[in-house]
């Protein structure tokens, strides 16, 4: 619709006002060069210095209707507005070149108002001279002229104007010769009002005002020249460089004057800095607070000067001047402060440095509202970021060095460690415990936090938190490698980081291993981030009282890193999970201990079954009942992450049955059906699972997902003709069955058919529900 409508507003404008028709074509073959020929012609007309637009505009628009003009004015309305627009971007581009550009043509006005002054006093010594020719001839050639109007001339006295006129070069050299400038000045300024004076009332000859003209420029060039020179002297006090730049700007050479002011500064900036030698014994922090001393004083007293002198005369070329002392400054720190210490990874160092010249910027910032943090933060950021690299390595690879030697045993924090990790690693008013290499990464990422606090002006606090938590994954893999059986995709290491850790053999150690990432990724690394918040930085967490609501206090992003941490987590939990499920189904010799062939069997075996649920179901039990013992200990106060992974390793099992397809092929279409017995064991089995995981190792999804599992399996039994609930037993038998295997295995007393544990996520959920299946497999 755009392009239709932007082709009826172009065939709605007059040919002669139109655009270029080859202006959007491309240019080809005999029909481009007669277009081109005919556009040169259609140009002719306003390449004329007598053209008139408005009859011309008149005379095109005689033959047009009401909506031609319409869309006429239509279209010059945009094109007025593209080019605004265009004007903008170019402004905003060539910004830069405005300002540089700007400053020539001061410079070249100054210029011109000498060349000006230079004219004028040759033009006036010309004048002078010619007139003084015809003065002589005419004086010669007179016939009327008596020997005694001779005499009387000759006989004349010279009037004051006269005399002073013949003395002023003299007194004006003198003055400049004893410095004294501001009579100098005076005196050129009374002169130029009684020459300006004479020349109107013809008091004096056209020679004599061509001479004075003539002794007034080369005297101003001399003062000139001479307040310069000063200027320039490294021996000059403030106080003479502001009086030379007034007196040049008062001569009318105002762009010289500043320029020479700020070359004056910078000569004596670099001789300041001379006396600062890096070496390499030296502090970075010490070297780059002497350097940003000197600089920064520097820019602040050229400020003073020139505000002083000329105002805001010369802003553009204040803020360049000092823009460059900026970046010549953040150079030099580079060079010798930052670059050690960001190959080295020492990042307090690094930070310490920023800190101090940003601190010496922002007292420039208060006093004169002229910003340089950006274009200081802007050159220093990439040291930085090197520095924080080089740290997060250091601590990627530590962490490896000790997963290598942990022995995955949980114990409190050293006894050495700092009060402030005592005090912040307390949760609930319990202690928390983690293995070795959980206390030292913990550590480590603790001074990382405090180092990078400062560094919230640079806004650096998003790839800090993102640097750490690539570090935090790298060691999420070391422990799943710590996994029995387990190797970790190499893609979520960095680098040649020690791969090799000590195997976690024990359920215990292996429980351990999800205990120190649970407990990192949910309590300790975002407390540590807290850190980065505007409110610690403010000291506004330094109340013990504020500290009890840090979830309150952490910002969006810091929120969405923690689900970050979680989600890596996740990854350690499902390894967990899969190798456990793994022992289960799989037998050493790559068997399986779960297949349709067990419940297909029943039927084949004449002797009445033993009933009891399938030995993986019990093992599963057992391993969760062992593994939530343990929990028990090594969980306190998140009893919540050890229900849900028990809750995850009773779904991995059942969900690997629901998609072991080779499982339900045989069931549905194998050669043998599934019979009674065998419908009746597997019904058994689904019983014991929803029994014993009621309240503690079953979600609401993955009893959802038995249910489907059982209607399946009864489907496949009825589609052989007989129907499910004449064959199997009533639900008590099931109960009582699965019930009995349950304290065998757990040593606890038989409970009721209603008793269920309140606290459970499924604790609503019936295991009597499953009657409900059987009368819809019937149906």
Aim: hydrophobic fraction near 40%.
């Amino acid at each position: 619709m755009a392009s239709a409508k932007s082709s009826r507003s172009r065939a709605s404008v007059p040919s002669g006002l139109a655009p270029p028709p080859g202006a959007h074509q491309v240019n080809g073959g005999s029909g481009a060069q007669e277009a081109g020929v005919q556009l040169a012609d259609k140009l002719k007309i306003f390449k004329n210095n007598n053209f008139d637009s408005d009859a011309y505009v008149q005379s095109k628009c005689q033959t047009m209707n009401e909506k031609e003009i319409r869309h006429l004015c239509s279209y010059l309305q945009d094109l007025k507005k593209a080019s605004a627009e265009e004007m903008r971007k170019s402004v905003y581009a060539n910004y830069a070149a405005f300002i540089r550009t700007s400053k020539e043509i001061s410079d070249l006005e100054g210029e011109l108002l000498s060349i000006k002054n230079l004219l004028g006093a040759q033009t006036g010594l010309i004048r002078g001279l010619a007139e003084g020719v015809n003065i002589d001839s005419l004086s010669a050639g007179s016939e009327g002229r008596t020997e005694n109007s001779v005499a009387d001339l000759d006989d004349r006295e010279p009037s004051d104007l006269e005399k002073w006129a013949e003395e002023f070069p003299d007194m004006l050299e003198v003055l400049l010769a004893e410095r004294r400038v501001d009579e100098a000045l005076d005196a050129l300024d009374e002169a130029e009002r009684l020459v300006a004076e004479a020349k109107q009332k013809q008091t004096l000859g056209n020679a004599v005002l061509s001479s004075l003209r003539s002794a007034i420029t080369q005297q101003r060039q001399k003062l000139a020249d001479q307040l310069a020179e000063a200027a320039c002297q490294s021996s000059t006090r403030g106080f003479e460089l502001r009086a030379a730049a007034a007196a040049l700007k008062r001569l009318g050479d105002g762009p010289r004057a500043h320029t020479l002011l700020l070359s004056a500064h910078d000569q004596r900036l670099q001789y300041n800095m001379q006396v600062i030698h890096p070496t390499n014994t030296s502090y970075g922090g010490a070297y780059t607070a002497a350097l940003s001393q000197q600089v920064f004083s520097a820019v602040a007293q050229a400020l003073n000067d020139s505000q002083a002198v000329f105002g805001d005369e010369y802003a553009s070329e204040l803020v360049i001047w000092s823009t460059k002392q900026a970046e010549a400054f953040a150079y030099l720190v580079k060079r010798h402060a930052l670059a050690s210490s960001a190959a080295a990874g020492g990042l307090r160092a690094a930070v310490e440095c920023v800190q101090i010249a940003i601190g010496h910027c922002s007292l420039l910032e208060a006093r004169w509202r002229l910003s340089l943090s950006a274009v200081l933060l802007k050159l220093f950021r990439p040291s930085v970021e090197q520095a924080l690299d080089a740290n997060l390595k250091r601590i990627e690879e530590s962490t490896a060095a000790l997963a290598a030697a942990d022995d995955w045993v949980l114990t409190y924090p050293p006894t050495g460690a700092r009060a402030s990790n005592r005090s912040s690693t307390t949760i609930l008013g319990i202690q928390p415990k983690l293995s070795s290499s959980a206390h030292r990464f913990y550590s480590m990422v603790q001074d990382f936090f405090e180092d990078v606090g400062p560094l919230l002006s640079m806004q650096l606090g998003g790839s800090t938190m993102d640097g750490l938590l690539k570090v935090f994954n790298s060691y999420i893999s070391l422990l799943i490698n710590a996994l029995p059986g387990s190797i970790e995709d190499e893609t979520y290491f960095d680098g040649p980081v020690n791969k090799l850790v000590r195997i976690a053999e024990s359920e215990t150690q292996q429980l351990a291993l999800l205990a120190n990432a649970s407990l990192l990724a949910e309590d300790l690394l975002p407390r540590a981030a807290l850190k980065l918040s505007p409110m610690y930085q403010a000291g506004g967490m330094d109340d013990p009282r504020r500290r009890g609501i840090d979830k309150n206090n952490r910002m969006p992003e810091q929120r969405e890193w923690k689900r970050k941490l979680q989600r890596t987590v996740d990854r350690l939990r499902d390894s967990f999970c899969r190798q456990h499920a793994l022992d289960l189904i799989f037998t050493e010799d790559g068997d399986t201990h779960l297949s349709a062939e067990m419940y297909i069997s029943k039927d084949s075996n004449p002797e009445e079954p033993d009933w009891a649920p399938s030995p993986i179901f019990q093992e599963l039990y057992e391993k969760l009942n062992r593994m939530a013992s343990i929990a028990s200990d090594i969980f306190v106060g998140r009893e919540r992450f050890a229900t849900l992974l028990m809750m995850r390793l009773t779904e991995t099992v059942i969900l690997w049955l629901s998609e072991d397809q080779s499982f339900w092929e045989d069931i549905e279409d194998g050669q043998r059906p599934l019979g009674p017995l065998g419908l009746q064991q597997f019904y058994l089995d689904m019983q014991f699972v929803i029994l014993f995981g009621q309240g503690r190792f079953l979600s609401r999804h993955v009893h959802q997902v038995i249910i489907d599992i059982i209607e399946r399996a009864m489907a496949a039994f009825s589609a052989t003709g007989m129907n499910p609930d004449s064959t199997l037993p009533s639900d008590d038998w099931f109960f009582d069955v699965a019930q009995e295997t349950i304290s065998r295995i757990s040593g606890k007393a038989r409970y009721g058919n209603g008793e269920r544990e309140l606290n459970s996520p499924t604790a609503s959920i019936s295991a009597q529900s499953i009657s409900s299946i059987k009368s819809h497999g019937s149906s």
